[in-house]
């Protein structure tokens, strides 16, 4: 039964993770449209600004950040698989009672 209540709590919070990512892009997507800047135009003007070196800093977080996300899902993954309750794989066999 706590399994169960861990994973719908869990379950609960991706999807207010998500929620908010998707209300974040939204909210990204009305700014561009209420100013009028062409998205292209920024991420060139942006990406010209940046020095080799912010690049690589860029860069180096992105991947961190990519490796962190991964290590939490796979641990996660991990932790309800040894939670969860054992699957039976074979039917069982019925007893005839006469």
């Known amino acids: 039964m706590q399994s169960s209540h861990n994973q719908d709590a869990m379950e609960q919070q ?4 998500i ?8 909210q990204t997507d009305e700014f561009f449209d209420e100013t009028g ?7 060139d003007f942006v990406a010209g600004q940046m020095t080799a070196d912010m690049r690589a800093e860029a860069d180096a977080q992105f991947e961190n950040d ?3 996300i991964e290590a939490s899902a796979t641990a996660e993954k991990r932790h309800l698989t040894a939670n969860a309750a054992p699957v039976k794989t074979a039917m069982r066999r019925v007893k005839r009672i006469i």
């Open 37 to 43: 800047i062409d998205r292209e135009k920024f991420r």
């Open 19 to 26: 929620a908010a990512a998707e209300q974040a892009l939204r």
């Open 14 to 17: 991706l999807k207010e993770t």
């Open 66 to 68: 990519l490796r962190e």
